[in-house]
């Protein structure tokens, strides 16, 4: 309690002498007996909108409207933003989305419509009177997630808690009460008319939470996955009774925790946690399942599964509303999971380092921590085969690094440069020059100038005659173009 902000108890004060009750609650009581120092800081209080508003005001040095329809006012003094609610009572219809909300009279009866018992104390104002109901506390001292009310009426009131069930599990370390575990089985169909933006916000907070692994298998347990994230599920599937090929379901939360522990500290490269990483990872072997094949002899393939899993992976994220920076970085990183693997087999050149590097972009270092996590094998001489072909391969990417400058490679011409050297103009025979060169950069490494230009008349004289003479016209089609324009405007 020693980590609240002293400026709550003068707002206590305050609606004390204005004859209001007013407390600390949910989140930040629960982090407080946590030890964690609590960072949002939501009230609730008998009094309603207008006269709250009147209160902030005279407290704070600004007040806002967050939602007045829902009986909420914001506020801020110094560094301190609070949020405060008046108290309400909900009702539902069975199976209806929306509740109607109605403002109450007792704290009590407010704390009996939250999610879960841990979230159901507050904290009286200004003395700091506890006030738990629903044995929160003790709740929070076992680690178990309960409900006020039943688990049942409490999802069909607001589905998402269902997502909060499985965030609350990975965040806190908690387990799930039998009932609540067969409330989320039983309605996790509910989760379809809820907001793909909603259901998102939660899955990030689990994904990001330490233990994500537990809210993913809970989700998995209970179907919940089966509506959030069918592909994951999925890859129970690809169990084999004949054990031909390793189990796809837990490899892929293995490879999630290697990858965490991968991550680095604020000042790294990779700082945790990591959305982007930890998304690559659950979703680097979702192509499985639609790729597997067995053969004749008994051995099984999964043929670009890498290259599948990236179309699965970016369709998922969108229908889940990931933003489009984070879409393309993890589709992405699961189409290259793959591509280290030959680097193990036989030495790559230097193009083909070259080529790891510039595909990978920025992603680069996200990229040696999934191929690195996605090692799981239990034969420790390949493992450690593996990791030093790494090291080997990371190693060489420093050195061309230092010597070409790789995140920044590019032809030795450049476009307005291939036009000139061969009297064209903008077209698709300049871009496959420039690739022509790029190809030639990546196996050759720097050429300089001079030699790129012999190299690209060479690339030109062995085009087709055909080829270069439509260059050509579209050059002088161009030309005559400009000279009539240039004629007319004479004429006018």
């Given at each position: 309690m020693a980590g609240l902000p002293p400026s709550l108890a003068a707002?206590?004060?305050?609606?004390?002498?204005?004859?209001?009750?007013?407390?600390?609650?949910?989140?930040?009581?629960?982090?407080?007996?946590l030890g964690v120092a609590p960072h949002d800081l939501d009230l609730t209080t008998s009094a309603r909108p207008e006269q709250t508003e009147e209160l902030l005001k005279a407290w704070g040095d600004h007040c806002w409207d967050v939602g007045r329809e829902f009986g909420t006012i914001g506020a801020r003094k110094g560094d301190v933003v609070v949020e405060v609610t008046t108290y309400r009572t909900e009702t539902y219809e069975v199976g209806s989305r929306k509740p109607a909300v109605s403002y109450?009279?007792?704290?009590?009866?407010?704390?009996?419509?939250?999610?879960?018992?841990?979230?159901?104390?507050?904290?009286?104002?200004?003395?700091l009177e506890l006030v738990d109901p629903h044995g929160g506390l003790a709740d929070l001292e076992a680690g178990i997630l309960r409900t006020p009310v039943t688990a049942t009426q409490s999802f069909d009131d607001d589905p998402l808690r269902i997502m909060r069930a499985a965030r609350?599990?990975?965040?806190?370390?908690?387990d799930v009460e039998p009932d609540v575990?067969?409330?989320?089985e039983e309605m996790a169909h509910r989760l379809e008319i809820v907001s793909a933006e909603r259901v998102r916000a939660e899955l990030e907070r689990l994904l990001l939470s330490p233990a994500p692994r537990r809210g993913l298998e809970l989700m998995v347990h209970t179907g919940v996955a089966d509506v959030v994230l069918p592909e994951l599920a999925a890859l129970r599937d690809t169990v084999d009774e004949h054990k031909r090929h390793k189990d796809v379901y837990e490899h892929t939360l293995v490879v999630l925790q290697q990858a965490m522990d991968l991550e680095t500290?604020?000042?790294?490269?990779?700082?945790?946690?990591?959305?982007?990483?930890?998304?690559?990872?659950?979703?680097?072997?979702?192509?499985?399942?639609?790729?597997?094949?067995?053969?004749?002899?008994?051995t099984v393939t999964f043929h670009a599964h890498d290259i599948i899993g990236a179309r699965i992976a970016k369709k998922r994220l969108t229908a889940l509303r990931f933003d489009k920076q984070t879409i393309k970085d993890v589709a992405r990183l699961v189409e290259l999971h793959l591509r280290f693997h030959g680097y193990a087999d036989a030495t790559w050149s230097d193009s083909a380092v070259r080529r790891y590097v510039t595909d990978a972009g920025p992603l680069l270092t996200r990229l040696h921590r999934l191929t690195r996590a996605d090692v799981t094998t239990g034969n420790r001489r390949k493992a450690a085969m593996l990791s030093h072909a790494?090291?080997?391969?990371?190693?060489?990417?420093?050195?061309?690094a230092q010597a070409e400058e790789l995140a920044a490679i590019r032809p030795d011409l450049d476009g307005g440069q291939i036009m000139a050297e061969l009297g064209l103009e903008p077209g698709p025979v300049v871009g496959e020059a420039y690739r022509f060169l790029m190809d030639l950069r990546m196996e050759k490494g720097p050429l300089g100038e001079e030699l790129a230009?012999?190299?690209?008349h060479a690339w030109w004289a062995a085009v087709p005659a055909e080829e270069r003479a439509r260059a050509e016209a579209g050059r002088r089609d161009r030309g005559q173009g400009s000279k009539r324009g240039k004629t007319g405007e004479k004429g006018a």
């Open positions: 707002l206590g004060h305050a609606f004390a002498r204005a004859g209001h009750e007013i407390a600390l609650v949910g989140g930040p009581v629960r982090d407080a007996f109450g009279d007792t704290l009590e009866g407010d704390l009996t419509r939250r999610d879960f018992t841990v979230n159901a104390m507050a904290l009286r104002l200004p003395d609350f599990a990975a965040q806190l370390g908690f575990m067969s409330a989320m500290g604020a000042d790294g490269p990779v700082p945790a946690p990591d959305l982007v990483l930890r998304l690559a990872a659950i979703m680097h072997d979702i192509g499985k399942p639609a790729t597997r094949r067995f053969l004749p002899d008994g790494y090291d080997d391969l990371e190693r060489r990417i420093d050195e061309l230009r012999e190299a690209l």
